[in-house]
């Protein structure tokens, strides 16, 4: 069966970087694609971005372009969010899903979550 | 910066049918902006239920449906059942995508 298994809950400082990762199993990894979304506390879903598992082409939220980075390593079955410069506002639940090999147009699979807190 | 809106919350009775829907700022949402939806229970990940405009997953019951309704993209949930009470989401791509509020649905 199709599963998502992201990384632990961390805690960062302010100004510090994160990196999630979301290894998947139960399909090949190269044929889809991996969407990241957050939720921060009490707040609604915010997609952050997309990553082929093909070829690694990226689609990132404006919001955030200047601050995340996504990759994969394929020999792992592996994807990684990487999000820099951290402040309070980036306190959340962070997702990954399977999606679409073309766009971000079908999540449907999707990670169980990891939370960061970002707290001096 | 692109909106998309929805009800803050609908209330509906058991075995009620009711509608949620999801509008952009843009204009009419067409089934080139490939609508999904999502449902989340409280301490639980999203999950799918509906692609492309009206395209059921495999695991999603045949009383979700999804639709194009008035320049709006639609949920539709007949037959309502307890276990439908949750927080709904629309996902709409624009190039990049972007997420609607989400509709607290009550089942009272």
């Given at each position: 069966q199709v599963q998502?298994?992201?990384?632990?809950?961390?805690?960062?400082?302010?100004?510090?970087?994160?990196?999630?990762?979301?290894?998947?199993?139960?399909?090949?990894?190269?044929?889809?694609?991996?969407?990241?979304?957050?939720?921060?506390?009490?707040?609604g879903l915010e997609w952050m971005g997309w990553i082929s598992g093909y070829n690694g082409n990226t689609n990132y939220?404006?919001?955030?372009?200047?601050?995340?980075?996504?990759?994969?390593?394929?020999?792992?079955?592996?994807?990684?969010?990487?999000?820099?410069?951290?402040?309070?506002?980036?306190?959340?639940?962070?997702?990954?899903?399977?999606d679409d090999p073309v766009t971000t147009i079908k999540p449907d699979y999707w990670g169980?979550?990891?939370?960061v807190t970002v707290s001096s | 910066q692109t909106v998309v809106t929805q009800e803050p919350s609908l209330t509906v009775s058991p075995g009620g049918t009711v509608t949620l829907t999801c509008a952009s700022s843009?204009?009419?949402?067409?089934?080139?902006?490939?609508?999904?939806?999502?449902?989340?229970?409280?301490?639980?990940a999203?999950?799918?239920?509906?692609?492309?405009?009206?395209?059921?997953?495999?695991?999603?019951?045949?009383?979700?449906?999804?639709s194009l309704l008035g320049g709006k993209a639609a949920l539709t949930l007949s037959g309502v059942q307890p276990e439908d009470e949750a927080e709904y989401y629309c996902l709409l791509y624009f190039g990049g995508a972007v997420f609607g509020g989400g509709t607290k649905l009550t089942v009272l």
């Amino acid at each position: 069966q199709v599963q998502l298994v992201q990384s632990g809950a961390e805690v960062k400082k302010p100004g510090a970087s994160v990196k999630v990762s979301c290894e998947v199993s139960g399909y090949t990894f190269t044929d889809y694609a991996i969407t990241w979304v957050r939720q921060a506390p009490g707040q609604g879903l915010e997609w952050m971005g997309w990553i082929s598992g093909y070829n690694g082409n990226t689609n990132y939220a404006q919001k955030l372009q200047d601050r995340v980075t996504m990759t994969t390593d394929t020999s792992t079955s592996t994807a990684y969010m990487e999000l820099r410069s951290l402040t309070s506002d980036d306190t959340a639940v962070y997702y990954c899903a399977r999606d679409d090999p073309v766009t971000t147009i079908k999540p449907d699979y999707w990670g169980q979550g990891t939370l960061v807190t970002v707290s001096s | 910066q692109t909106v998309v809106t929805q009800e803050p919350s609908l209330t509906v009775s058991p075995g009620g049918t009711v509608t949620l829907t999801c509008a952009s700022s843009t204009g009419a949402v067409t089934s080139g902006y490939f609508p999904n939806w999502f449902q989340q229970k409280p301490g639980q990940a999203p999950r799918a239920l509906i692609y492309g405009t009206s395209n059921r997953h495999s695991w999603t019951p045949a009383r979700f449906s999804g639709s194009l309704l008035g320049g709006k993209a639609a949920l539709t949930l007949s037959g309502v059942q307890p276990e439908d009470e949750a927080e709904y989401y629309c996902l709409l791509y624009f190039g990049g995508a972007v997420f609607g509020g989400g509709t607290k649905l009550t089942v009272l």
